[in-house]
């Protein structure tokens, strides 16, 4: 089992840049993949960027050019860093983990609110 713990939302003005941070309980090694979701109130979960175990990464198009992922192994931390934040990035923030076994893990969610 895999407990994943995010922070750093919070409250920031748009165009400015906030690090999220998800911490796993156990080593990272055996991730296959981890990524980051959000839910804005009202709006359906949805995919906001992910990293493999290899490297690989994927954003959604509406934040491209603004969000880096990234994984540290060795701290068994995931990060998502956001820049030129927009209002609609709006949302909680969850971050997510799918083991090389398949089995998939959720956190509990951060806030993350852009005043315009």
């Known amino acids: 089992q895999v407990q994943l713990v995010e922070s750093g939302g919070g409250l920031v003005q748009a165009g400015g840049s906030l690090r999220l941070s998800c911490a796993a309980s156990?080593?990272?090694?055996?991730?296959?993949?981890m990524g980051w979701y959000r839910q804005a109130p009202g709006k359906q979960r949805e995919l906001v960027a992910t990293?493999?175990?290899?490297?690989?990464?994927d954003y959604a198009d509406s934040v491209k050019g603004r969000f880096t992922i990234s994984r540290d192994n060795a701290k068994n931390t995931m990060y998502l860093q956001m820049s030129s934040l927009k209002p609609e990035d709006t949302a909680v923030y969850y971050c997510h983990a799918v083991t090389v076994g398949g089995l998939g893990y959720w956190g509990q969610g951060t806030q993350v609110t852009v005043s315009s």
């Open positions: 156990r080593s990272i090694f055996s991730i296959n993949v």
């Open positions: 990293i493999s175990s290899g490297g690989s990464i």
